[in-house]
């Protein structure tokens, strides 16, 4: 099969041919359609698990990806022919989704809807997930306000129509070319980056504070003026581990570093939502397999305003 590999850190993704590999209990082999680009992936080649976990090394990258199952091990509950999608990577034994065929642990999938095509299931779990988890660990609820904190990419529009959709009033920080596009799915106020400092402009607006921040974007030098934006006792999450509970506590904020765990019935949840309109999420670069270090060089490069997917198709 094909698969795009990593030999070790900070190496250039590369096509190469590696075995079919075969599922173990409790797995599933995946014939793959699609696979989602995410930041992390290109995070997992400059080292972000390096220290923390074994990486077998040439590893697969990619998290994301939709297909049909191929063979399932034992006690898997899943069957040939069924349409799934969910998360793939396992640097422990060097497997991802940028390949034609795939192992994920059966709790790390869910069944696909007939109505939802695999590139947009390929889109879907890290950033799907991401954005319920955060916009649901700030407690956030109707009449409130959120700033969405780095709106343009999947995850910061997957969080604007989720909390919208909740009677949340919501601010989006993002660019001139996709604020017209987030208004539309939910932001009752959008924020220009390119026009000055994020807090400078929020606090202008809301010289009383707002509720809650789902922060996807900054660091922990940056985060400072972002938190200080709050209420008392306001809550902000992170996606880059920038959160200091313990500092914010001592001025009467919370906070949280919080990371997507694309559980199964949150996909299912997302999908059917998907599905049914209810929740849009906008590919914005489709390209085969074989570009794939093309697509993880733009999403580092800031250039994402949705979705990235690979589309793969078997030899």
Partial sequence: MRAVVVTDFDTEPTLVELPIPEPGPDEVLVRLAAAGVNPFDWKVIEGAMRGSVEHAFPIVLGSD??????????????????????????VRHGRGSYAEYAIAKAAKLARLPAALPFDTAAALPTAGAAAHDFVEGTGVGPGQTLLVNGASGGVGQAAVQLAAAQGVRVIATTDPDTAGYLREIGAAETVDFTQGPTADQVRAAHPGGIDAVVDLISSVAEIEPIAGLLKPNGVIVSSNGAVDAEVLAARGLRGANLYANARPATLASLAEAVAHGQLRFRIDFEVPLEEAAEALARLKAGLSRGKTVLTIESA
Avoid: N
């Avoid at 990806?65 to 396992?90: K, L, N, Y």
């Fill in 65 to 90: 990806g939709a297909g049909t199952v191929e063979r399932a091990g034992e006690g898997a509950g899943f069957e040939p022919g069924e349409r799934v999608f969910g998360q793939f990577m396992d």
